[in-house]
């Protein structure tokens, strides 16, 4: 059925089609219909960040930015569903075209730039959801905020998310903003570690609820650096790493029809860079913090090849575009194989 449906979308452009899947997907969930859409995955349960997942499957941010349809994702079968990237104040993102499909190489190129409607409106849909299970809030910055006052906003909106959320991604890595990514690296990193941790500190003596704090990174760090940044997530007490965001680089999709535009590239190209990107952590961590894995699932053995490689939950999203909501069962079933 999704053949079809990816048949009529895809004539589409892809930010429209974008949205009528976000608005089809947000009504089934209204009506609780999405369920009857696909063949539930296995049941898998496993706890990682202290919180319990029914399977290992996730949501990754950036598809449902604004919580518009956690309903309607959460009974299609994922085990968890990541909103957001929300920023404090709502931001229109960049100029359309913006979103470009590359169909041959299974792939995405983005620019999006953090369009959302702002956090005040995310919690307001957070609180229309039915939803009671893992819901991931991940937050960054806005466009016009100077790099050098970045850890205002983010403490903006973990004030703001923190009683709503299961766990809260900050997301240092989208290369769509302009200096972002220095966040990543080095004393800046450390700084902006160690502010969340004091102020989750508070946060958590004040609700009494201790809310994981778990830091998205960039596919496209040498070695040295991905250690460094596992050795500064131990020391600062956080949760979790996510690997990876899209990549900078156009190894793959080299000559073709949008292969050179500007942004962020996703899917089957990012697929090794990524589960590099885990290998590394997973060997720098030795344990000590869970790897949530996502970049380049398209089928379920890469979602078996990232737990392998050291991660403890995957995400999906452009193989979520290409193949539909059957990839989630996909990837339960591949890694439930593993066991
Ligand atoms: C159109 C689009 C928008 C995205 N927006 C966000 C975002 O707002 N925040 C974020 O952390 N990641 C965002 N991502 C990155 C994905 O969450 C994911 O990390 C990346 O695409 C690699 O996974 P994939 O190969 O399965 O797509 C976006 C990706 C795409 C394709």
């Known amino acids: 059925m999704y053949t079809l449906a990816r048949q009529l979308l895809f004539k589409l452009s892809p930010e429209t089609s ?3 899947s976000l608005d089809l997907i947000g009504a089934g969930g209204r009506l609780g219909l999405n369920g009857l859409l696909c063949k539930a995955p296995a049941k898998m349960p496993v706890t990682v960040m202290g919180l319990d997942f029914p399977n290992p499957v996730g949501l990754a941010a950036g598809l449902d930015k604004n919580g518009a349809a956690i309903d309607g994702f959460a009974q299609l079968g994922f085990g968890f569903v990541e909103i957001g990237t929300i920023t404090p104040r ?10 470009f499909r590359l169909p041959e190489a299974e792939a995405i190129i983005n620019r999006m730039g953090f ?19 893992v819901l991931g809030i991940n937050i960054g910055k806005n466009f016009d905020t100077p790099v050098e006052r970045a850890v205002d906003d983010y403490l903006i909106c973990l004030d703001k998310v923190y009683v709503h959320a299961s766990y809260v991604t900050v ?8 200096g972002l990514r220095s966040l990543q690296f080095g004393d800046s990193l450390k700084q902006l570690l160690a502010d969340l941790a004091t102020r989750r500190a508070e946060l958590a003596l004040r609700h009494g609820k201790h809310v994981p704090l778990a830091i998205k990174i960039a596919p496209d ?19 979790a790493v996510i690997a990876t965001n899209t990549t900078l680089s156009r190894v793959g999709v080299e000559g073709m029809e949008h292969g050179d ?8 190209p990012v697929r090794d860079k990524s589960t590099h990107t885990v290998k590394m952590l997973a060997a720098e961590l030795a344990g000590r913090l869970p790897i949530i894995a996502v970049g380049g699932i398209t089928e379920g053995k ?7 490689a050291g991660a403890s939950l995957v995400q999906l999203y452009s193989g979520f575009i290409y193949k539909g909501p059957a990839l989630i069962r996909e990837s339960v079933d591949a890694i439930a194989a593993l066991r």
Do not use: F
């Open 18 to 20: 974008h949205d009528l």
């Open 90 to 99: 709502p931001q229109p993102g960049n100029p359309k075209p913006r979103i």
């Open 115 to 133: 369009n959302n409607l702002g956090v005040d409106h995310l919690l307001a849909r957070v609180a229309a959801a039915q939803y009671k299970g």
């Open 171 to 178: 997301n240092v890595s989208s290369p769509n903003t302009p």
């Open 221 to 239: 760090m040498t070695d040295e650096e991905t250690a460094q940044v596992a050795q500064a997530l131990i020391e600062t007490g956080m949760d």
């Open 261 to 268: 535009e500007a942004g962020g590239l996703s899917g089957a």
């Open 302 to 308: 890469h979602a078996a090849e990232k737990i392998a």
